[in-house]
Each structure stands twice: as structure tokens, then as C-alpha cells.
């Protein structure tokens, strides 16, 4: 079917709507990346098999949906009930036919499938009353968890498009840079750039051809909000790019996809196929004169093609290698022309922005970063998932009331944001406004918003040597500091974790740091000592511990920890067999000892003691 | 106004003084530099002094594949950057004439550069074979 | 327009980049992985420089010469205490990299740097990774070598780490290297470098060689130069031409008869 004019879409939306409607219940099966891991696609099976079975009159497997990330992925596979928004957790395939029974065919709730408030320890039924989803804003994850992505007509209920029509019916470019300037929208990849101006700047340069790409290679480590927003709402991100193109003047556009995400390659090229077939894609849009081609470009592996001039040289065949950015990209970017790079979170901002105004996105969120962020929350919290929170909120209400706190009642030690490029923030920040030029202040960044909380059992040496391990294997090599200069850093790192360094090392690496930082060609060099640098700062402690005591406060570092056991223990013999090393000896209802020479820390004693008799020292 | 260098063979009584002024002009850290001009004795008290003939057609360009050789229009002399060139020799081969030239001691290609408008050859000529005219 | 370099004013042209009026100039400034052969490519990081300019409000940075296009009225400073301090740890990191590379420890000694203060690579070799001999390789059309890898354990090598069938022996990755790690040997008419051997030509003359065969074969053919364009070699070219001139002198001592 072809929508080839704006009423078209309208009558097409209202008979989407229509089908809801008519439908009692929707079950959602949150199909989410946490949530594939840990079993959705047999609840679905199961779902699949007992709707056969049964063949009920209103509940088919048409009402069964598979949606993109819900949000709270530590209690997956989450199966939600609409539209009242019963929420079942760590659901099994052997629940599944009591859920049919119980609740969708009788009305009643299944209590132990509820979530549990770790502060009242009380159970509760519906999503909305979760802390966790109660202090969230959801604009750029609207739809997830909500909508079928494959599916072109759930989006099209859900109001998708219409931004598309407004753009092309009644604004200029110039009218839409100017809303999108209004909003305050900064980029959300990490660099926080004002969207606006940039689309302004790409605009202005006199070329025949100018291009649009979408950043998709989210390389962070433990980051994963874009890939469920190009898993779950693959049009959403679609839309954004239109108007965008639109925008700037463009007339092909790209999605650079790393390598490691199949399904989101999957969900997008669908989702392009099936707007390409409705006329809400490629020539003549809706009927209009604008013509635009989004084409799918797939990473290598690197975490280095996620900086924007590595990434067009990848989308152009080339290898992903930094250039010196003196002539920015929207001058010269993809094959020497303008080109406008934004995050797929930017994108997926976009179109509720022209649909609700500039002043509407401006009025959530604080001055300066206003609108709202994906948090990938992870670490030792009791709810990790994918979270979007105004702007302005402070990590104590992030970590604590939306994340549950930290787990098995540990102590919270540091908050990481920003990826690799980023930094650790210690207690002191907990009270710390969520935004922009806070987090940079406070010696972190927002970056493209993994955050990873640690408690009192890490060490942040070790975090320090994590990263800088990270960023040496994916640096591209092109220029002396970053290439050499974080090698020597992280191997001087290692040192400092086997209790070999000195003090003049620290001052070595301190120098070393301060030079990567001025003399790197991009940003992966500039901000790669960010994880030393941040850790000297707040927890230098620690790192003199690991120099003059040669001790390891966290009891992470092999080599300046050893486990002991105390005279809680009772001579159960459980730890015996679980040494891979054999290291040690006891007799029955005999306190155990462990030969320190064999001992290679490996920690299997300390996880089967169930009598805390094992000390880590 | 293009000026040539004008060799006149049957005036040149093969006393080397050119060889000398080419080579001094060209010193670089006190080391002379090879000799850019050659008079070649070809038979009985009968010398050519042999240089590069600012080509029309120069084979030596032709043959440089990274351009650091280059006919200037205005001045009809070809010049040979040393900062571009990356020694491959391919104009060595090419030339007919044989009049660009490997500098051992200096580590660089060489050819006549005219002095850069003032041929210390020519200054130096007793006999006039040489005239930068 | 004109730019000012450490307090002078000098001529620049639109287009060119802040390391080429440098050198124009001859303002020394090092900068390892630079060549005016090939585009610019910033792996060093040595040639960089403070610049600011009177309309941005006081803001300096350091930027790469090499890679940074001139514009009127900028002002460059070549020498500040930070971009010294700079300098100095990129050759002690180069030290630790290649530290029996002579030119290295040479450089490194002008900087103050003696020993490195980090840990020197095992086994090392003197390539210091400008990347100029895959650069001026593409610039000659060959593309027989290339950069390999990422990261630290970045290196130049060749298709599938095999001898590159590309190569024509032509030297210029050995000419410009600045480290002259690339090794090569010329012995009687066979060259050997990059595990192949060329045929050098011979002049049919006196036999003295210059190029290689393939070299040779490849500017007759991509120059559209006659094809016994290098059969002599540049001495007997020059004995040639002066026994060729001498046919078209009338000599002296026979117009002196004449006259008589």
C-alpha cells in the first residue's frame, strides 16, 4: 500500500488505531537484548504452543507481542500484561500456562511473578508503580517495550511518521533547524554538540552533495541503549534521519552498524523495506518532491570506527583510521562532502521534538542539557536495565531509587560514566546534577551513557588497568602518543596491580597523561588516560596502598591479596575439592588451611563457603 | 624574457673552470657538490661541455612520478625540488642527455639549476663557451 | 595573506598548510612523518605548534603544522615550554620504541632525552611507523606495501605477509624512510628487497645499472615513454651527446685554417 499523500497516512493511522482497540489484552514478551539472554524466545514458544492448543476466542498469538528492551533487564524475561501493565518477572516457560489461566482468562495476578521492592520487600503488580520506571522519562525509548518493531503499523499507531508529514507539508528546512536549535538537543553520543548548530553549519556549505549518517557503533563497554533503540524502534531512528536529510539537504543517508550487532542490522533493514514499500521512503516521499535512500553500512569490529572521520572512512571501504579534524566533517565528512554525524539517540529524539516543539524538549531537562538521556545502568545495583531520565537528575536518585541501590548490602564506592573516555565519580558526586558540563567538570563525561556502578569489593587500580587494556587493544596505532603513550601507561598500570611499581612511576604516569591528552590525534587518545586520571584523583589513596603497603584495599589484585581462613570455619571439607590447585588441607570438623604458596587466588573456596569463614586480606 | 644557457663547443678549450665553479656553488656543509656541467673531451683539443638543456619536452618530467620535477613556464628552466624528490633515480635513467645526476656525497639527485638565474659557469668562462644569454 | 611565526610576519598562500611555510622559511621544526612527496598524515605529533589569532578571544591550541591549513593573520608559536615538554615525551616514546634507531637517539638527544624512562620494545626494529614508505609506495602507483594491523602491534607489511607482487624495486620506501630501516642489497644485477629480486638493467654500453627492469617497464608504460627510453645508462648519455654536439660544431682551429 502506498501512502503517497499525508491523508493517506492519516486514514492508514486511524485504522491502525482502530485494531488496537478491538483487541481486550496485548501481551508484551519484552524481547529486549537482557531479556534474549535469559530465555524470552522459549516463553514465547510456550506462548505460541498453549494459544494453539487452546484456541481461545479474544487471545490469539496475534495479541502476543514481541517488543524491543522494556527496561528493567536484571528481572528478565519480563512479560507484561496491557493495557493495565501487570508485570511479571524472571518469568519460565512453565509459568506461562498459569499466566494464560490465571490472569488473562480469570483477571487474577500471580504474586510470585511480581517484582519485589528490595527497601518494603513488598510485591507490586503494575510497572508504573516501580520506582524504577515511576522516576523515568521516556522520550527517545518511547516505543520500547511497547511496539512490535517489525512491524511498520504498530509504529504508525504509536503516531510514527507524522513528524515526517509536518516537516514536509508545512516547514522549511530552515524552520526545522530552527525548532531542533530551540529544543537545546546535544548530541547524545558523547560529544554533546548542539544538534542544531550543526545541522546549521552542514546547511550552509555550498556542495552538490551533502550526506547524513547515523553513528550505530556504540563500542562502549557495558553500553547498550543504542542497540535497543535500533533494535526496538528501528523507525524511529528512520524518522530522525528524514528529517534531518530533509534539513540539510541530502539525498542518501547511512547507518553505520558495528559488526557486532546482527539483530539491529536485521530490524533496521526491515523496517527500511517496509517504509521503502509504503512510500515513506526513497523517491518522492508521501508525495512530495523530497526523495531520500538510507542505506545500512556494517563496522569491522572496531571501536575506533566510532569516531565520526574513522567511520566515514569505513562507510567509504577504507580502513577506519582518525584524521585530523582542523576541517570539521560537516564541511568535508563522507567521501570530501558535508555530512552531518549524529548518535542513533539524537535521531530517535528528533521526531517528538517536531511533533511536541523545540520549547516542549527545552522544558524537561536544565538549561544547559536539556531534554532527557538513555542510561545503560549496570554493576552492582539491584535493577540494572535501560533507564531515560531528565536531564538534571542527580546519580543518588539514578543509583539509589532507580536502580534499588547496591546489591547484597555492599557499600557504593564509585559511579562510572562515559565509557573508557570517561571517568569514576566517588561518593562525594552522588548529589552531582546528571548533565553535560557537570559530569566534564567533575573530571568524567557523560559520554554516550554507560554507567557501571562499583562497590566496596572493586579495586580501582584494577578498573584503571580495565579500561586502559581496552583502549590500547582498539587504538587504531596512527600517531605516537596514543599508540606508545597508552601501552606504557597501561603496562605501568599492570605494575601498579602487582605491587611492583614505585612512586616515581606514579609521577610518570601522571606526566605521560597530561601529554596523551595534548598531543593525540583524536578522541580516543585525548580521552584514553581519563580512567587513570580520574581514579589518581579520587581514590590516589588506593593507588599509594598498592605502591607502599603493596596491599590491596578492594581484594581484587592478585598478587597483593591472600585468602585465609578464620576460626568461623567448620571443617565442612566443601572448599576442599573446588581447589583447582589442591592448596587445601583439613580433616573433618578441623579448621582448614590454605598452603599460600600454592594459592593462585582464584576465588572458588570463598564462593562455596556458606560460613563467611574465608577472609580475602 | 626566457634566458637560455648557450653552449658554444668550438670556444671551449677544456680548462675545467666551469666543472670547479659548478661544483663550489653547490657545496652544502662544506662538502662541494657533484658537478652539474661535464666537458667531455671528444677528440684532439676539442671539448663539449655537457648540461642539462632546459628541454622543451623534458623526459626528465615525464619520468618523475611524484612531480618534484617541473618546467617553469616563465623562466623555460626545469626545476627539480629536493624537498618532493624521493631519490628513485627514474629520471637518471630517462634523461637522453645524461644530465641528471646521482650526488653520492650529498645524498640527492642533482641537475643544473642555473643558479638560480645567475650560472656561476658562465661567470666563470674564459672564453665565452658559456654565455647565459 | 600573511601569517606570524614566532613574532614574524611571513607570506602564505591559500591552500598550503602551516608546516610548508616552515619549511619555506626555514623555521626548524621536526616532523618525522612529513615529506612534501606525499600528503601529510600526523603520526609523529612532533611538528606541532601553538597557534591562536586575534579574533578568537585569547584561546590557544596546539595543532599539527603538518595538517593545519594556514589562514590570515594567524599567529604560530614554534617553541613553548609545553609543546617542548611534548616533544621530549614523544621521542622518549619513540626511544622505548625503536631505541637503536641512530636518527631517533640523535633527535632525542636535542630534546634532552638520553635513555628512555619507559619500557624499551623487545627485539626492536627502527621502523618508527610514519607510514611515509606506504605512502610515497601509493604516491608512486604501486601500492605494493602497506600498514598492517592495529594498534601497538601495528606494523608496514605486505598482501597476506607474502613478498608483494606490486613491488618494482624503486627504492623510494628505502629513500625516504627516516629511520633507513628498510634494507635492501644490489648485487651485480640483481636487487633483493622486500623478499623478491629485480633485474637491474644494465647499460648496453659500459653495464652500469640504475633501475630495475620492472621499474623501468612500468614508467615506459605508464608515462608512454619509447621503449629503449633507459638502455644507457647517464654517463654514456652524456658521452653521446657531447660526440653528437661535436658534429655540429665547426671548430675553431678549423675556421682558424679556413682562414688562413
Request: hydrophobic share 35%; with cysteine; glycine share 8%.
Given at each position: 500500500?502506498?501512502i503517497?499523500?499525508?491523508q493517506?497516512?492519516?486514514e492508514?493511522?486511524?485504522?491502525?488505531?482502530?485494531?488496537?482497540?478491538?483487541a481486550?489484552?496485548?501481551i508484551?514478551?519484552?524481547?529486549?537484548?537482557?531479556?534474549?539472554?535469559?530465555?524470552?524466545?522459549?516463553v514465547?514458544?510456550?506462548?505460541?504452543?498453549?494459544?494453539?492448543?487452546?484456541?481461545l476466542?479474544?487471545i490469539?498469538?496475534?495479541?502476543?507481542k514481541?517488543?524491543?528492551?522494556?527496561?528493567?533487564?536484571?528481572?528478565?524475561?519480563l512479560?507484561?500484561?496491557?493495557?493495565?501493565g501487570?508485570?511479571?518477572?524472571?518469568?519460565?516457560?512453565?509459568?506461562?500456562?498459569?499466566?494464560?489461566?490465571?490472569?488473562?482468562?480469570?483477571?487474577?495476578?500471580?504474586?510470585?511473578?511480581?517484582y519485589?521492592?528490595?527497601k518494603?520487600d513488598?510485591?507490586?503488580?503494575?510497572y508504573h508503580?516501580?520506582?524504577?520506571?515511576k522516576?523515568q522519562?521516556?522520550i527517545?525509548?518511547?516505543?520500547?517495550?511497547h511496539?512490535d518493531?517489525?512491524?511498520i503499523e504498530?509504529?504508525?499507531a504509536?503516531g510514527g511518521?507524522?513528524a515526517?508529514?509536518k516537516?514536509?507539508?508545512?516547514?522549511?528546512?530552515?524552520?526545522v533547524?530552527?525548532?531542533?536549535?530551540?529544543?537545546?538537543?546535544?548530541?547524545r553520543?558523547?560529544?554533546?554538540?548542539p544538534?542544531?548548530?550543526?545541522?546549521?553549519?552542514c546547511?550552509k556549505?555550498?556542495?552538490?552533495?551533502?550526506?547524513?549518517?547515523?553513528?550505530?557503533?556504540?563500542g562502549?563497554?557495558?553500553?547498550?541503549?543504542?542497540?535497543?533503540?535500533m533494535e526496538?524502534?528501528?523507525?524511529?531512528?528512520?524518522e530522525g534521519?528524514?528529517?534531518?536529510?530533509y534539513?540539510?539537504g541530502?539525498?542518501?543517508?547511512?547507518?553505520y552498524?558495528?559488526?557486532?550487532?546482527?539483530l539491529?542490522?536485521?530490524?533496521?533493514y526491515k523496517?527500511?523495506?517496509?517504509?521503502?514499500?509504503?512510500g515513506?521512503?526513497?523517491?518522492?516521499?508521501?508525495?512530495?518532491?523530497?526523495?531520500l535512500?538510507?542505506?545500512?553500512?556494517?563496522g569491522?569490529g572496531?571501536f575506533?570506527?566510532?569516531?565520526?572521520?574513522?567511520?566515514?572512512?569505513?562507510?567509504?571501504?577504507?580502513?577506519?583510521?582518525?584524521?585530523?579534524?582542523y576541517?570539521?566533517?560537516?564541511?568535508?565528512?563522507?567521501?570530501?562532502?558535508?555530512?552531518?554525524?549524529?548518535n542513533?539517540?539524537?535521531?530517535?529524539n528528533?521526531p517528538?521534538?517536531?511533533?511536541?516543539?523545540?520549547?516542549?524538549?527545552?522544558?524537561?531537562?536544565?538549561e544547559?542539557?536539556?531534554?532527557?538521556?538513555a542510561?545503560?545502568?549496570?554493576?552492582?545495583?539491584e535493577?540494572?536495565?535501560?533507564?531515560?531520565?531528565?536531564?538534571?537528575?542527580?546519580?543518588?536518585?539514578?543509583i539509589?531509587?532507580?536502580?534499588g541501590g547496591?546489591?547484597?548490602?555492599?557499600?557504593?564506592?564509585?559511579?562510572?560514566?562515559?565509557?573508557?573516555?570517561?571517568g569514576?565519580?566517588?561518593e562525594?558526586?552522588l548529589?552531582?546534577s546528571?548533565d553535560?558540563d557537570?559530569l566534564t567538570k567533575a573530571?568524567?563525561?557523560m559520554?554516550?551513557g554507560?554507567m557501571?556502578v562499583?562497590?566496596?569489593?572493586?579495586?580501582?587500580?584494577?578498573v584503571?588497568?580495565?579500561?586502559?587494556k581496552?583502549?590500547v587493544?582498539?587504538?587504531?596505532?596512527?600517531?605516537?602518543p596514543?599508540?606508545?603513550?597508552?601501552?606504557?601507561?597501561?603496562?605501568?598500570?599492570?605494575?601498579?596491580?602487582e605491587?611492583?611499581?614505585?612512586?616515581?612511576?606514579?609521577?610518570?604516569?601522571?606526566?605521560?597523561?597530561e601529554?596523551?591528552?595534548i598531543?593525540?590525534?583524536?578522541?580516543?587518545g585525548?580521552?584514553?588516560?581519563?580512567?587513570?586520571?580520574?581514579?589518581?584523583?579520587?581514590?590516589r589513596?588506593?593507588?599509594l596502598?598498592?605502591?607502599?603497603?603493596?596491599?590491596?584495599?578492594?581484594?581484587?589484585?592478585?598478587?597483593?591479596?591472600?585468602y585465609?581462613?578464620?576460626?568461623?570455619c567448620t571443617?565442612?571439607l566443601?572448599?576442599?575439592?573446588?581447589?583447582?590447585?589442591?592448596a587445601?588441607?583439613g580433616?573433618?570438623?578441623?579448621i582448614?588451611?590454605?598452603?599460600?604458596?600454592?594459592?593462585?587466588?582464584?576465588?572458588?573456596?570463598?564462593?562455596i563457603?556458606?560460613?563467611?569463614?574465608?577472609?580475602?586480606? | 624574457?626566457?634566458k637560455?644557457?648557450?653552449?658554444?663547443?668550438?670556444?671551449?678549450i677544456?680548462?675545467?673552470?666551469?666543472?670547479?665553479?659548478?661544483s663550489?656553488t653547490?657545496?652544502?656543509n662544506?662538502k662541494?657538490g657533484?658537478?652539474?656541467?661535464?666537458?667531455l673531451?671528444?677528440?684532439?683539443?676539442q671539448?663539449?661541455?655537457v648540461?642539462?638543456l632546459?628541454?622543451?619536452?623534458?623526459?626528465?618530467?615525464?619520468s618523475?612520478?611524484?612531480?618534484?620535477?617541473a618546467?617553469?613556464?616563465?623562466t623555460g628552466?626545469?626545476?627539480?625540488?629536493?624537498?618532493?624528490?624521493?631519490k628513485?633515480?627514474?629520471?637518471?635513467?630517462?634523461?637522453?642527455?645524461?644530465?641528471?645526476?646521482?650526488?653520492?656525497?650529498?645524498?640527492?639527485?642533482?641537475?643544473?639549476d642555473?643558479?638560480e638565474g645567475?650560472?656561476?659557469?658562465?661567470r666563470?668562462?674564459?672564453?665565452?663557451?658559456?654565455?647565459?644569454? | 595573506?600573511k601569517i606570524?611565526?614566532?613574532?614574524?610576519?611571513?607570506?602564505?598562500?591559500?591552500?598550503?598548510m602551516?608546516?610548508?611555510v616552515l619549511?619555506?622559511?626555514?623555521?626548524?621544526?621536526?616532523?618525522?612523518?612529513a615529506?612534501?612527496?606525499?600528503e601529510p598524515f600526523?603520526s609523529c605529533r612532533?611538528?606541532?605548534?601553538?597557534?591562536?589569532?586575534?579574533?578568537?578571544g585569547?584561546?590557544?591550541?596546539?595543532?599539527?603544522?603538518?595538517l593545519y591549513?594556514?589562514?590570515?593573520?594567524?599567529?604560530v608559536?614554534?617553541?613553548?615550554?609545553?609543546?617542548?615538554?611534548?616533544?621530549?615525551?614523544?621521542?622518549?616514546?619513540?626511544?622505548?620504541?625503536c631505541?637503536?634507531?641512530?636518527?631517533?637517539?640523535k633527535?632525542a638527544?636535542?630534546?634532552?632525552?638520553?635513555?628512555?624512562?619507559?619500557?624499551?620494545?623487545?627485539?626492536?626494529?627502527?621502523?618508527?611507523l610514519?607510514?611515509?614508505?606506504t605512502?610515497?609506495?601509493a604516491?608512486?602507483?604501486?601500492?605494493?606495501?602497506?600498514i598492517?594491523?592495529?594498534g601497538?602491534?601495528?606494523?608496514?607489511?605486505?598482501?597476506?605477509?607474502?613478498?608483494?607482487?606490486?613491488?618494482?624495486?624503486?627504492l623510494?620506501?628505502?629513500?625516504?624512510?627516516?629511520?633507513h630501516?628498510?634494507?635492501?642489497?644490489?648485487?651485480?644485477?640483481?636487487?633483493?628487497?622486500?623478499?623478491?629480486?629485480?633485474e637491474?638493467v644494465?647499460?648496453?654500453?659500459c653495464g652500469?645499472?640504475i633501475?630495475?627492469?620492472?621499474?623501468a617497464?612500468?614508467?615506459?608504460?605508464?608515462?608512454?615513454?619509447?621503449?629503449?627510453y633507459?638502455?644507457?645508462?647517464?654517463d654514456?648519455?652524456r658521452?653521446d651527446?657531447?660526440?653528437?654536439?661535436?658534429?655540429?660544431?665547426?671548430w675553431?682551429?678549423?675556421?682558424?685554417?679556413?682562414k688562413?
Amino acid at each position: 500500500m502506498k501512502i503517497d499523500s499525508p491523508q493517506k497516512l492519516k486514514e492508514w493511522r486511524d485504522r491502525c488505531l482502530k485494531k488496537k482497540a478491538a483487541a481486550k489484552n496485548t501481551i508484551v514478551v519484552c524481547f529486549g537484548p537482557g531479556c534474549l539472554a535469559s530465555g524470552c524466545r522459549e516463553v514465547y514458544a510456550k506462548f505460541a504452543e498453549i494459544l494453539e492448543e487452546r484456541k481461545l476466542k479474544d487471545i490469539t498469538l496475534k495479541s502476543v507481542k514481541k517488543t524491543g528492551c522494556h527496561g528493567l533487564c536484571e528481572k528478565g524475561p519480563l512479560v507484561v500484561i496491557e493495557p493495565e501493565g501487570i508485570f511479571y518477572t524472571r518469568v519460565k516457560p512453565a509459568h506461562v500456562k498459569d499466566i494464560i489461566e490465571n490472569t488473562i482468562i480469570n483477571g487474577e495476578v500471580i504474586d510470585k511473578l511480581l517484582y519485589k521492592d528490595p527497601k518494603t520487600d513488598k510485591r507490586i503488580e503494575k510497572y508504573h508503580d516501580i520506582d524504577f520506571y515511576k522516576k523515568q522519562t521516556r522520550i527517545a525509548l518511547r516505543n520500547l517495550g511497547h511496539i512490535d518493531p517489525d512491524d511498520i503499523e504498530d509504529y504508525i499507531a504509536a503516531g510514527g511518521y507524522s513528524a515526517v508529514v509536518k516537516v514536509l507539508t508545512s516547514l522549511t528546512p530552515e524552520e526545522v533547524i530552527e525548532e531542533v536549535s530551540i529544543s537545546g538537543l546535544r548530541g547524545r553520543g558523547g560529544g554533546g554538540f548542539p544538534a542544531g548548530k550543526k545541522w546549521a553549519t552542514c546547511r550552509k556549505v555550498d556542495a552538490d552533495t551533502h550526506y547524513v549518517i547515523c553513528n550505530g557503533d556504540e563500542g562502549d563497554p557495558g553500553a547498550f541503549m543504542d542497540r535497543s533503540i535500533m533494535e526496538g524502534d528501528p523507525h524511529a531512528v528512520l524518522e530522525g534521519m528524514i528529517i534531518c536529510a530533509y534539513a540539510v539537504g541530502a539525498r542518501d543517508a547511512y547507518i553505520y552498524v558495528r559488526e557486532e550487532y546482527p539483530l539491529a542490522v536485521q530490524h533496521l533493514y526491515k523496517a527500511i523495506e517496509d517504509a521503502m514499500e509504503c512510500g515513506l521512503l526513497g523517491e518522492n516521499i508521501m508525495g512530495t518532491d523530497f526523495s531520500l535512500d538510507i542505506h545500512v553500512s556494517r563496522g569491522g569490529g572496531a571501536f575506533v570506527c566510532g569516531e565520526s572521520s574513522a567511520l566515514m572512512k569505513s562507510v567509504a571501504g577504507d580502513v577506519g583510521e582518525p584524521r585530523a579534524k582542523y576541517i570539521h566533517s560537516v564541511v568535508k565528512g563522507l567521501w570530501d562532502q558535508p555530512t552531518v554525524l549524529n548518535n542513533v539517540e539524537t535521531f530517535a529524539n528528533v521526531p517528538e521534538i517536531i511533533n511536541k516543539g523545540g520549547e516542549w524538549f527545552k522544558s524537561i531537562g536544565i538549561e544547559t542539557s536539556t531534554g532527557t538521556k538513555a542510561f545503560s545502568l549496570v554493576g552492582k545495583v539491584e535493577n540494572t536495565g535501560l533507564i531515560e531520565v531528565p536531564m538534571g537528575i542527580t546519580l543518588r536518585e539514578i543509583i539509589f531509587d532507580i536502580g534499588g541501590g547496591i546489591k547484597d548490602g555492599h557499600k557504593f564506592k564509585a559511579v562510572q560514566t562515559g565509557g573508557p573516555s570517561g571517568g569514576c565519580l566517588p561518593e562525594t558526586y552522588l548529589d552531582e546534577s546528571v548533565d553535560f558540563d557537570s559530569l566534564t567538570k567533575a573530571g568524567s563525561m557523560m559520554g554516550s551513557g554507560g554507567m557501571i556502578v562499583m562497590d566496596d569489593r572493586t579495586c580501582m587500580v584494577d578498573v584503571a588497568r580495565y579500561f586502559l587494556k581496552f583502549l590500547v587493544d582498539e587504538s587504531c596505532g596512527k600517531d605516537v602518543p596514543c599508540r606508545e603513550g597508552l601501552y606504557q601507561l597501561h603496562s605501568l598500570a599492570v605494575k601498579v596491580t602487582e605491587g611492583k611499581a614505585t612512586e616515581d612511576d606514579l609521577a610518570l604516569m601522571e606526566k605521560l597523561s597530561e601529554f596523551i591528552v595534548i598531543g593525540s590525534l583524536c578522541g580516543l587518545g585525548k580521552s584514553g588516560p581519563n580512567p587513570f586520571l580520574s581514579t589518581v584523583r579520587y581514590f590516589r589513596d588506593e593507588y599509594l596502598a598498592h605502591i607502599r603497603d603493596k596491599k590491596c584495599p578492594g581484594g581484587v589484585c592478585r598478587e597483593l591479596i591472600t585468602y585465609e581462613i578464620n576460626d568461623k570455619c567448620t571443617g565442612c571439607l566443601a572448599c576442599i575439592k573446588p581447589c583447582p590447585v589442591d592448596a587445601i588441607s583439613g580433616e573433618k570438623k578441623k579448621i582448614h588451611v590454605i598452603d599460600q604458596a600454592l594459592c593462585t587466588k582464584c576465588g572458588a573456596c570463598y564462593a562455596i563457603c556458606q560460613f563467611d569463614a574465608i577472609d580475602i586480606k | 624574457m626566457i634566458k637560455r644557457l648557450l653552449v658554444t663547443p668550438s670556444l671551449c678549450i677544456g680548462c675545467r673552470t666551469c666543472e670547479l665553479a659548478c661544483s663550489l656553488t653547490h657545496q652544502e656543509n662544506g662538502k662541494p657538490g657533484r658537478s652539474r656541467i661535464y666537458p667531455l673531451e671528444v677528440g684532439k683539443e676539442q671539448f663539449v661541455p655537457v648540461v642539462c638543456l632546459q628541454c622543451d619536452d623534458p623526459a626528465c618530467v615525464k619520468s618523475c612520478p611524484v612531480g618534484a620535477l617541473a618546467l617553469e613556464e616563465s623562466t623555460g628552466y626545469i626545476r627539480l625540488s629536493y624537498e618532493k624528490c624521493i631519490k628513485c633515480r627514474a629520471c637518471v635513467a630517462a634523461c637522453p642527455f645524461g644530465c641528471s645526476l646521482v650526488d653520492e656525497d650529498q645524498d640527492k639527485i642533482v641537475k643544473c639549476d642555473l643558479c638560480e638565474g645567475n650560472p656561476a659557469c658562465a661567470r666563470f668562462c674564459p672564453t665565452k663557451a658559456l654565455v647565459y644569454k | 595573506m600573511k601569517i606570524q611565526i614566532n613574532g614574524r610576519w611571513y607570506k602564505a598562500f591559500e591552500g598550503e598548510m602551516v608546516l610548508d611555510v616552515l619549511r619555506r622559511e626555514k623555521i626548524d621544526v621536526p616532523a618525522l612523518c612529513a615529506h612534501e612527496a606525499v600528503e601529510p598524515f600526523g603520526s609523529c605529533r612532533l611538528c606541532m605548534v601553538e597557534i591562536t589569532h586575534e579574533n578568537w578571544g585569547g584561546w590557544k591550541g596546539n595543532v599539527t603544522s603538518c595538517l593545519y591549513p594556514v589562514e590570515d593573520k594567524l599567529r604560530v608559536t614554534t617553541h613553548t615550554p609545553k609543546i617542548n615538554e611534548l616533544r621530549k615525551m614523544i621521542l622518549n616514546l619513540l626511544l622505548a620504541r625503536c631505541p637503536n634507531a641512530p636518527e631517533i637517539q640523535k633527535l632525542a638527544e636535542e630534546y634532552g632525552v638520553t635513555i628512555t624512562d619507559f619500557v624499551p620494545r623487545p627485539d626492536a626494529d627502527d621502523c618508527i611507523l610514519c607510514g611515509l614508505c606506504t605512502r610515497v609506495c601509493a604516491e608512486m602507483g604501486f601500492y605494493a606495501i602497506s600498514i598492517v594491523g592495529r594498534g601497538y602491534g601495528r606494523e608496514v607489511g605486505t598482501p597476506l605477509n607474502e613478498a608483494p607482487p606490486d613491488c618494482t624495486g624503486c627504492l623510494a620506501c628505502v629513500n625516504i624512510c627516516p629511520t633507513h630501516c628498510i634494507k635492501y642489497e644490489d648485487v651485480g644485477n640483481v636487487r633483493k628487497i622486500w623478499d623478491r629480486e629485480f633485474e637491474l638493467v644494465p647499460c648496453k654500453r659500459c653495464g652500469k645499472t640504475i633501475i630495475t627492469r620492472e621499474f623501468a617497464d612500468r614508467l615506459i608504460k605508464d608515462k608512454n615513454l619509447p621503449e629503449d627510453y633507459f638502455d644507457l645508462c647517464d654517463d654514456c648519455k652524456r658521452d653521446d651527446i657531447a660526440k653528437n654536439m661535436s658534429k655540429l660544431v665547426i671548430w675553431q682551429d678549423k675556421k682558424e685554417e679556413v682562414k688562413r
